[in-house]
C-alpha cells in the first residue's frame, strides 16, 4: 500500500462565484492537466499552514481568509494522496503563473478548460452546488403563502429547494410539488424531493433528500443526479460520505421553534462534527441568511432554512 501523502489544495473564490485554476507546467505529473493551487504538507505543517505558504510560493498572494471546505482521497499512478481542500475567499495580490503554465477563472457549470486531473470530479460538482438551500413549510404557513414566498426568493436568487411536507396530504402535496417543480425549472433553480414522501406520479426529476432514517438503512447510493441526507451524528455523516452522497445536513445549529428544548448543537461543535469529510455539509437549524459568514467559517458548504429562506 502506497504511503499517503497530504496535499494541501485551494478553492479562490470571488464575489461572482468564479475559482481559479492552474495548468501543470510540462516537467510535472500530468503536464497540461488543470488543478487547484496547493501542494504537499510539509514535515511540521498543519495543512492551512502548507496552503498559505503554497500560495505565496506558486500565485504570489498572501492569504488573508481560509474556510476548510472538503477532505478527499484519491490514488494516483505515482501517488495516494489526500486533499485538504480550502476556500480562500480573501487575499492580498494578483495571483501570478509562477509555477503554472497558466492561470484562468472558470466557474462549475461552465467549465472552460480541460483536461482537469482525475480527482477533481467530485470537487468541481460540489462547486455547483449552490449555498443556500430552502426548505418548504407549506403545511404551516399555507400553499398560497409558499408560492408566493417561494417566488420571491427565487427571484432573489435561490437555486436550491427541498420540498418536505410531511403534513400535508397526499393530493394536495402532489399538486404542491408539481407546482414547486415548475417554479424551480423556470427559474433554473434544483428543486429536490424528500424521500419520506415520495407519491405515485411526482418524480423526482433533480434529485431527492433522505431523512436520517433512511439513510442509516441504506446499502448503496439511490439513483439521481443529486442525492443528499440530514444528520444529527458523526455516524449518520460518514453513511452519507460511504454512500457517496452528494451533500449533508447537520443540525440544529441554533435553537428553533422547531425544536424548543433541545440542546443546540452550537458552531463549535459544528466544525467538529464535519471536520475532513469529503461531501458538502449545509448547516441546519435557527439560521437566517446573515449567519452565512460564520457558517462557512466553520466548515458550512452553505446553509439550509425553513424560515430564514421565505423571511
Given at each position: 500500500?502506497?504511503?499517503i501523502?497530504?496535499?494541501?489544495?485551494?478553492v479562490?473564490?470571488?464575489?461572482d462565484?468564479s475559482?481559479?485554476?492552474?495548468?501543470?507546467?510540462?516537467?510535472?505529473?500530468?503536464p497540461?492537466y488543470?488543478?487547484?493551487?496547493?501542494?504537499?504538507?510539509?514535515?511540521?505543517?498543519?495543512?492551512?499552514?502548507?496552503?498559505v505558504?503554497e500560495?505565496?510560493?506558486?500565485?504570489g498572494?498572501?492569504?488573508?481568509?481560509?474556510?476548510?471546505?472538503?477532505?478527499?482521497?484519491?490514488?494516483?499512478?505515482?501517488?495516494?494522496?489526500?486533499?485538504?481542500?480550502?476556500e480562500?475567499?480573501?487575499?492580498?495580490g494578483e495571483?501570478?503563473?509562477?509555477?503554472?503554465?497558466?492561470?484562468?477563472?472558470?466557474?462549475?457549470?461552465?467549465l472552460?478548460?480541460?483536461?482537469?486531473?482525475?480527482?477533481?470530479?467530485?470537487?468541481?460538482?460540489?462547486?455547483?452546488?449552490?449555498?443556500?438551500?430552502?426548505?418548504?413549510q407549506?403545511a404551516?404557513?399555507?400553499?398560497?403563502?409558499q408560492?408566493?414566498?417561494?417566488?420571491?426568493a427565487l427571484?432573489?436568487g435561490?437555486?436550491?429547494?427541498q420540498?418536505?411536507?410531511?403534513?400535508?396530504?397526499?393530493?394536495?402535496?402532489?399538486?404542491?410539488?408539481?407546482d414547486?417543480?415548475?417554479?424551480?425549472?423556470k427559474?433554473?433553480?434544483?428543486?429536490?424531493?424528500?424521500?419520506?414522501?415520495?407519491?405515485?406520479g411526482?418524480?423526482?426529476?433533480?434529485?431527492?433528500?433522505?431523512?436520517?432514517?433512511?439513510?442509516?438503512?441504506?446499502?448503496s447510493?439511490?439513483a439521481?443526479?443529486?442525492?443528499?441526507?440530514?444528520?444529527?451524528?458523526?455516524?449518520?455523516l460518514?453513511?452519507?460520505?460511504e454512500l457517496?452522497?452528494?451533500?449533508a445536513?447537520?443540525?440544529?445549529?441554533q435553537?428553533?421553534?422547531?425544536?424548543?428544548?433541545?440542546p443546540d448543537?452550537?458552531w463549535?461543535?459544528?466544525?467538529?462534527?464535519?471536520?475532513?469529510?469529503?461531501?458538502?455539509?449545509?448547516?441546519?437549524?435557527?439560521?437566517?441568511?446573515?449567519?452565512?459568514?460564520?457558517?462557512?467559517?466553520?466548515?458550512a458548504h452553505?446553509?439550509?432554512m425553513?424560515?430564514?429562506?421565505?423571511?
Amino acid at each position: 500500500m502506497k504511503k499517503i501523502t497530504h496535499v494541501a489544495a485551494a478553492v479562490i473564490t470571488r464575489p461572482d462565484g468564479s475559482f481559479l485554476l492552474g495548468q501543470r507546467a510540462p516537467d510535472t505529473f500530468y503536464p497540461g492537466y488543470w488543478e487547484f493551487p496547493g501542494g504537499k504538507v510539509e514535515a511540521g505543517e498543519t495543512p492551512r499552514e502548507a496552503l498559505v505558504r503554497e500560495l505565496r510560493e506558486e500565485l504570489g498572494i498572501e492569504v488573508e481568509t481560509t474556510n476548510a471546505w472538503l477532505t478527499r482521497e484519491h490514488v494516483y499512478e505515482h501517488a495516494h494522496v489526500r486533499l485538504h481542500f480550502f476556500e480562500v475567499p480573501q487575499w492580498r495580490g494578483e495571483p501570478q503563473a509562477l509555477v503554472h503554465s497558466a492561470l484562468a477563472w472558470q466557474q462549475a457549470a461552465t467549465l472552460a478548460v480541460g483536461p482537469m486531473l482525475p480527482a477533481n470530479g467530485p470537487i468541481l460538482k460540489a462547486l455547483r452546488l449552490p449555498r443556500v438551500m430552502g426548505v418548504t413549510q407549506a403545511a404551516q404557513v399555507g400553499v398560497k403563502t409558499q408560492l408566493a414566498a417561494l417566488d420571491r426568493a427565487l427571484a432573489k436568487g435561490l437555486r436550491l429547494v427541498q420540498v418536505r411536507e410531511p403534513d400535508m396530504p397526499e393530493a394536495a402535496r402532489a399538486a404542491f410539488i408539481r407546482d414547486v417543480q415548475a417554479r424551480c425549472a423556470k427559474a433554473g433553480a434544483l428543486c429536490l424531493l424528500n424521500a419520506a414522501e415520495s407519491i405515485p406520479g411526482c418524480d423526482a426529476t433533480d434529485g431527492v433528500h433522505l431523512p436520517a432514517r433512511l439513510l442509516m438503512q441504506l446499502s448503496s447510493r439511490p439513483a439521481g443526479e443529486w442525492v443528499g441526507a440530514s444528520c444529527h451524528t458523526r455516524a449518520e455523516l460518514e453513511k452519507a460520505a460511504e454512500l457517496g452522497l452528494d451533500y449533508a445536513l447537520l443540525g440544529h445549529v441554533q435553537q428553533t421553534p422547531s425544536h424548543v428544548g433541545q440542546p443546540d448543537l452550537g458552531w463549535a461543535r459544528f466544525a467538529e462534527l464535519t471536520a475532513e469529510l469529503p461531501m458538502p455539509v449545509f448547516a441546519i437549524g435557527g439560521l437566517a441568511p446573515d449567519d452565512m459568514t460564520i457558517a462557512r467559517a466553520h466548515g458550512a458548504h452553505g446553509m439550509a432554512m425553513i424560515r430564514g429562506a421565505w423571511a
